[in-house]
């Protein structure tokens, strides 16, 4: 069975300290005769490479950046979710593995799961040790918030910023290690294959950015940590150049993509502006606790709004429909990432939205600066205060909250949060769907490994705000340096890898003729467009809601696409010399395959499930249905080839610790 | 809006470079990145070679963007990134200068895009905690003054652009290199190779070719992170006291 998940037995609480402590090892003076490729260099990949490096492997490490400094988990704002406790209320390893579960529409695996909760602590620790500038209260002490409609504060934040200072701290630990010459570090660097010998993972071709030069590094074993593949989409709230190369080059070798239609749609980003648009820009979940969402309830508003004969300040309050609070009284405006955003396409679709596009709700704080206003006039002794006084007060209020985010919108979209109501509309943000990992975090590949977000493993369909970090940083530290010794300690009389061998030669041969081919199109297409048309149809049919004939007619338009893609691709420059536009259409070519398989993976899942809603599958008032008889599984795909169609694996999924409930919002 | 630009073309580092003239038709909504998308699209149509430039996070935060705009890194406005830049501060018929930062420690690769890598060398040179994974202590066992706490964050939130290094004169690394030694220096995690680290740091900057500071203060005022001068003051301190007691190094 090619998804045999190696959970190891005990109760859930304890598999994970009863398996550490009888694990395999590898002596001190074996590590040093063992090397490690670790491909990518964000919070997943640094924090491992380091570990790695201190325990006193040989270690390689690669990113396609100029520094590892740069990987995407830089720009993560909100914060970082773990078990401590600190607030005294109630949390516990127990809740955060329950919430994570249950957020993740019962799609994940208990057991990975609840080691994620119990490691989440001493990611704290750590970060704290190297320095990382948590937010603090006055004692001292470090402060905490709640973060995405979870009951408990459990969240860590520095400013806006989490992610940033998360991977400065790996990123510093990584350059300790890269001084001692444990780590070998490899920028600018792009894996473009991954090489098996005898049907191990032993090395990789990569492309040298500055000098187009192909490269074969050899090693025992090979990790990924190369990021999630949302850019498929063409816009994201991703950074420009995450793609799925590295991830899709092991599926072409035989690893198993799992759930790849498992993608998160941020209700919160700022709407389209034109089609020169090639990134979109989330504003923080935080703003929805005070911000409410609305649109016109009459479709001549919304028409007036949309040709600018009005604006949101001339529609009377009893002409507001606030359709969150109007659909989910108990959690309003605060329901999760998927239910927000699918709310917020269905009043659009209805003609409702209120920018040129039509693709946007209002996000408005007045009643929050009413309300924090008049609490602050009370406070400060001030009996009637006039309207404009409330507002001032309030306003502070408002800023001291937010204000870098209100500043953001408004350097972005030129207008005045506090005047007007925010613009926002959903976007692509994260994908939960990834290389199919067992609890080791070994793909069905011996010796390759998948780390943070290039992996399925702990959020199901859906994930929870400030759990990425976790995750990268809870593999990364604390699990790929054990579980790596399960297969290494098998590898201890292994020689180093000889990367003149044959399965080196046709791996690098094989990159070759991909680079040879794109550069000998000569047609008349930029790669920019193909990738926008792609992301056309991904948006349109498995974006936010799917349905069978749109999934079918979408995978006949992403064939259609590709195959124009061979035909009229036109990229500049030559192989040898720094050449960013060959980078792109070499991810490109593999997001049109990559697209495909989300496509047959959601035409698969007949039931609706967190970030994945099928029109087919929904109760009368269209919440998400569910269907636990058939589908509580995981759908790990081999690939075969562009031809033929990819074979399903099942995992099941077995759940011993937690009941299977709807999730309500009501 | 038609609007001239003016853009530095490099092949590569060793050819000589200069400015060639192209029009674009912009609007206003547009980000300064999207209007060279809009351009490189133009040019890609007539086979032309686009203009290499880097960027990637698109919102200010990862450091990866950089030139020159109208003489000064980063453009016009204050306390942005290149990639943060907006289209609507300028206006039909304005002519625009773009050229790479321009550092003997920052080579030029092509085009817009330079070599940034001295700065990964000056933080492996000290700029980190020596602590390894799995040997911290509980998270809240020392607590921080808050202050502190938020000053030692102010210097963290340095992206590593480069931008400081292209508005001095001297092409001087001081603010880049302070800002690290004064986020560790200030915590107590920090503080006990504060002595080493400083020492290493500068040596490894004045290796790598970057100039000396003469308080031209340039830096501060292109910084888009608002990172202050007051770190270049706190690093000649901490630079003085570990020169004096130190026999090691130097
Ligand atoms: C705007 C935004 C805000 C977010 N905010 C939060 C938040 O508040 N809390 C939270 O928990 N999560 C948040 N997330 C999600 C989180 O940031 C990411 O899921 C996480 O950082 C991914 O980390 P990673 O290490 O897996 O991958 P990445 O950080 O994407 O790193 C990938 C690395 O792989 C390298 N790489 C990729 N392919 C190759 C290749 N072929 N060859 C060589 N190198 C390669 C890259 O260079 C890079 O170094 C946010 C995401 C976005 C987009
Ligand atoms: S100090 Fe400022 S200008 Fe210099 S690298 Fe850091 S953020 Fe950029
Ligand atoms: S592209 Fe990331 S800071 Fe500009």
Known sequence: MKTNSKIPPGALAEKWTQYRGTMNLVAPNNKRRIDIIVVGTGLAGASAAATLGELGYNVKAFTFHDSPRRAHSIAAQGGINAAKNYQNDGDSVYRLFYDTIKGGDY?????????????????????????????????????????????????????????????????????????????QMYNRHEMLDVVLVDGKARGIIARNLLTGELERHSAHCVVLATGGYGNVFYLSTNAMMCNVTAAWRTVRRGALMANPCFTQIHPTCIPVSGDYQSKLTLMSESLRNDGRVWVPKKLEDAKAIREGRKTALDIAEEDRDYYLERRYPAFGNLVPRDVASRAAKIVCDEGFGVNQSGLAVYMDFTSAIER??????????????????????????????????????????????????????????????????????????????????????????????????????????????YTIGQFLSGEIRTPKIDPTTAAFAEAEQNVRDRIEQLLSIKGNQSVESFHRRLGHIMWDYCGMSRSADGLQKARQMIRELRE??????????????????????????????????????????????????????????????????????????????????????????????????????? | ????????????????????????????????????????????????????????????????????????????????????????????????????????????????????????????????????????????????????????????????????????PNASAM???????????????????????????????????????????????????????????????EYLSASIGSDKSM
């Open chain 1, 107 to 183: 799609r994940s695996r208990e057991a990975n799961v609840h080691r994620l909760a119990e490691v989440s602590v001493n990611i704290i620790d750590q970060a704290v040790a190297q320095g990382v500038p948590f937010a603090r209260e006055y004692g001292g002490l470090l402060e905490n918030r709640s973060f995405g409609g979870v009951q408990v504060s459990r969240t860590f934040y520095a400013r806006g910023q989490t992610g940033q200072q998360l991977l400065l701290g790996a990123y510093q630990a990584l350059a300790r290690q890269i001084a001692t010459g444990s780590v």
């Open chain 2, 175 to 237: 603010l880049f290199t302070s800002a690290k030694v004064s986020h560790l220096a200030m915590l107590p995690q920090g503080e006990v190779e504060a002595k080493q680290r400083v020492l290493n740091m500068v040596k490894q900057m004045d290796r790598e070719g970057f100039g000396r500071c003469s308080n031209i203060t340039a830096c501060e005022a292109e910084c888009p992170k608002g990172i202050s001068i007051e770190n270049i003051a706190r690093m000649n301190r």
């Open chain 1, 564 to 666: 124009e893609f061979y035909k009229d691709l036109f990229v500049p420059g030559d192989n040898d010399e720094y050449n960013p536009e060959l980078e792109k259409a070499l991810r490109v070519a593999d997001f049109l395959e990559m697209g495909e398989l989300m496509i047959v993976d959601a035409f698969n899942r007949n039931e609706s499930c967190g970030g994945h809603f099928r029109e087919e599958y929904q109760t009368e008032d269209g919440e998400a249905l569910r269907n636990d008889e058939e589908y509580t599984y995981v759908a790990a795909w081999e690939w075969q080839d562009l031809a033929k169609d990819p074979v399903l694996h099942k995992e099941e999924l077995v759940f011993e610790n937690v009941e299977l409930k709807t999730r309500s919002y009501k």
């Open chain 2, 1 to 168: 809006m038609k609007l001239k630009l003016k853009i530095w073309r490099q092949k590569n580092k060793d050819a000589k470079g200069q400015f060639e003239n192209y029009t674009i038709e912009a609007n206003s909504h547009m980000s300064f990145l999207e209007m060279l998308d809009v351009l490189n699209e133009e040019l890609i149509a007539k086979k032309e070679e686009p203009v290499a430039f880097e960027h990637d996070c698109r919102e200010g935060i990862c450091g990866t963007c950089s030139m020159v705009i109208d003489g000064q890194p980063h453009g016009p406005w204050e306390g942005t990134t290149t990639c943060q830049l907006h289209m609507r501060h300028y206006k039909d018929g304005d002519t625009i200068v773009v050229e790479p930062f321009r550092a003997k420690a920052f080579p030029v690769i092509k085009d817009l895009v330079v070599d940034r890598s001295a700065f990964d060398r000056i933080i492996e040179a000290g700029g980190f905690i020596s602590v390894n994974t799995g040997q911290a202590q509980d998270a809240n066992a020392i607590p921080i003054e808050r202050d502190v706490a938020l000053a030692a964050f102010d210097a963290a939130t340095c992206i590593g652009c480069g931008a400081c290094v292209a508005a001095c």
């Open chain 1, 372 to 481: 924090y206003g008049k609490s602050e006039a009370h406070l400060k002794g001030l009996h009637d205060p006039d309207a404009a006084t409330i507002r001032e007060l309030g306003e502070k209020v408002i800023e001291a909250k937010y204000g870098n985010l209100f500043e953001m919108y408004e350097k972005i979209t030129g207008q005045n949060p506090y005047k007007y109501p925010m613009m926002i509309y959903p976007a692509i943000h994260y994908t939960m769907g990834g290389i199919w990992v067992d609890y080791n975090l070994e793909t069905n590949i011996p010796g390759l490994f998948a780390l943070g977000e290039c992996n399925f493993s702990d959020h199901g369909a859906n994930r929870l705000g400030a759990s990425a970090l976790m995750q990268g940083l809870a593999d990364g530290y604390f699990v790929i340096p």
